[in-house]
């Protein structure tokens, strides 16, 4: 066939969006610039007309309100007693004092002081002097140590324990040695034998006076050995 018989005919065709190639994104137009505002004149107060009143005046800041304490922000509701904080430390300090204080008195009540016989013949290296007064005829007790006096110008007669001792004026004579246990709230605390030497000193009026001294075994303190002596006898330490 001869190539003049050969043709093609090309037809144009608008060309298919869609199968287009993708390209750049198309930017957006600018928007057109806004025309300027006019320039505003300032308003100038306008001055208070002649017939109306001044307004009020500004008001200055107040000073910030201090918080009410906890008792006056909240009053206690009528009726209610409210309830008071118990301080721990002062309970317990009263609790002890009592605590103390109860022993202490407990404690003098069962003080005692029991006499009996002394065994054996210990020294007595400890002296406490007393000025003593005897009752004319009238028992009294030192411990259970029972004594009467019968006194006279030159002499004077004791009666301890039922044993009697005829002692003259200025003469010392021991009348009685005896063994003395102490105890309170039955705890034994001393321990001690001690005697009783008498000095005859004459007639105090119608009374017997003597020099007395406690001969102890051990050191005793003094209120020990004046809780010996009762009232009756005026002792008075020499």
Sequence with gaps: MPDDD??????????????APPG???????????????AREPLEPAPPA???PPGPAPCEPSAPERPLPPSAALPPLPGVTPRKRRNW???????????????AILAVL????AIEDSVGDPAYPF?????????????VEIGNISIVAIPSRD?????????????ALGERRRISSKHANVTTL??????FDFTLDAEYRGMLGQDANFALEVRTSDQVPQFVIDRLLPARVKARPA
């Design 24 to 38: 750049p994104a198309a930017e957006p137009p600018e928007p057109a610039p806004e025309p300027p505002e006019p």
């Design 89 to 103: 430390r002062l309970t317990l300090g009263l609790a002890a004092v009592a605590v103390l204080l109860f022993a």
């Design 110 to 113: 069962t003080f005692t002081v």
């Design 50 to 52: 002649a017939d109306e």
């Design 186 to 191: 039955t705890i034994p605390l001393l321990s």
């Design 6 to 19: 050969l043709f093609f005919e090309i037809e144009e065709r608008p060309a298919d969006p869609a199968r």
């Design 127 to 139: 002296t406490v002097s007393y000025d003593v007064v005897f009752p004319n005829a009238e028992r």
């Design 155 to 167: 002499n004077v007669t004791l009666s301890v324990d039922k044993v009697r001792h005829d002692i």
